[in-house]
């Protein structure tokens, strides 16, 4: 289905040819932005707490149930203590905004895109670890004792940093337009907006591997607890499912409404997805052989971000526009 020449990814289609024939992406591809509702809709389920500021990105930690939430003018970092957003929140500047948050052996990891910054930060006191990334971070995560980074800028691709946090290689061939990176056993698998394609890499060695177009317009994902990646075409409105070492995509499933945040609860097994155009939230069960809907609520304006509460199945949705962060008991 994939195939490494000459160091180049070749990307495919569904296809049993033996021919290697290669589907390459259009030259120019536009990536995919969240919708606007054209309205506001339904009240929001739950409780909305509001925000000094709008959201950028959100995370869940449930080893210290921290709630982690990156706001906008101007950027920091708000840190909940204890799942509380009654409580007053740890503030942190940032240098600059944040996309996307991970987490990584209790290190919370904040990629500042605009300043080449990478910020490592213990949960819950908050210490924070600056790391200097050029090439324009905006995703990380780690593979054994190597942390990656999605590098945004034309010509870049991903930066491997070793356990001391210092440059061990960048690799650029083959890429276009990196938006995420996440772990795939000992591989890392690449995230390309500009190619809309998922590509295995090693970071040991810096060697690709299998590519596969990934949809119209692939912008964000997570893993789940089978190894899978689960994938968001917001173009296309679809939730692709994606099996590692080999790399094929297993399932593909409709869900209308220009989706784009995306979180898993590994004990409930159900993939959150915000549905941006509809201002909805939607809970799939995604452990069977194909997702089936179990929930769906209405959310705040503009529910770029998503995150989940595995041990109480709570659900947070972080409105962009100012609308504060939603939490809903399913």
Not at 273 to 299: C, H, M, Q, W
Request: net charge negative; glycine share 10%.
């Amino acid at each position: 289905m994939a195939a490494l020449l000459t160091g180049t990814v070749l990307l495919t289609g569904c296809t049993t040819s033996q021919d290697n024939t290669t589907e390459q992406p259009p030259d120019e591809i536009v990536p995919a932005t969240p919708a606007t509702a054209p309205h506001r809709g339904a009240v929001p389920a739950g409780t909305v707490t509001p925000l000094p500021g709008k959201a950028t990105a959100l995370l869940h930690d449930e080893a210290t149930q921290t709630i982690a939430i990156a706001v906008s003018d101007p950027a920091r970092l708000l840190l909940y203590p204890d799942g509380n957003l009654a409580a007053t929140p740890r503030e942190l500047p940032l240098p600059g905004p944040v996309d996307q948050l991970s987490l990584v052996d209790g290190k919370l990891l904040a990629p500042v895109r605009a300043n080449g910054k990478l910020l490592r930060i213990t949960l819950p006191e908050g210490t924070v670890d600056t790391l200097d990334v050029t090439g324009g971070p905006l995703s990380a995560t780690q593979v054994g004792d190597r942390t990656i980074v999605a590098l945004r800028e034309p010509g870049q691709g991903i930066a491997v940093l070793n356990a001391q946090g210092k440059l061990e290689r960048t690799i650029t061939q083959g890429f276009r337009g990196v938006s995420a990176v996440l772990p795939a056993g000992k591989k890392v698998a690449v995230l390309d907006e500009l190619r809309t394609a998922l590509i295995e890499v090693d970071p040991a060695t810096g060697e690709l591997g299998a590519g596969l177009r990934a949809g119209d317009a692939a912008t964000r994902a997570v893993t789940d607890r089978f190894g899978r990646i689960l994938l968001i075409d917001t173009r296309a409105g679809e939730l692709l499912a994606f099996s590692t070492n080999p790399l094929i995509m297993r399932q593909r499933y409709p869900v209308p409404g220009a989706p784009y945040g995306i979180a898993y609860d590994r004990t409930r097994d159900l993939a959150w997805i915000t549905l941006t155009e509809r201002d909805e939230v939607v809970g799939y069960n995604v452990a069977t052989g194909s997702p089936e809907e179990k929930y769906r609520f209405a959310t705040v304006h503009q529910p770029n971000s998503v995150a989940v509460d595995p041990k109480s199945g709570r659900v947070l949705v972080a409105s962009a526009d100012g609308g504060g962060v939603q939490v809903v008991q399913p």
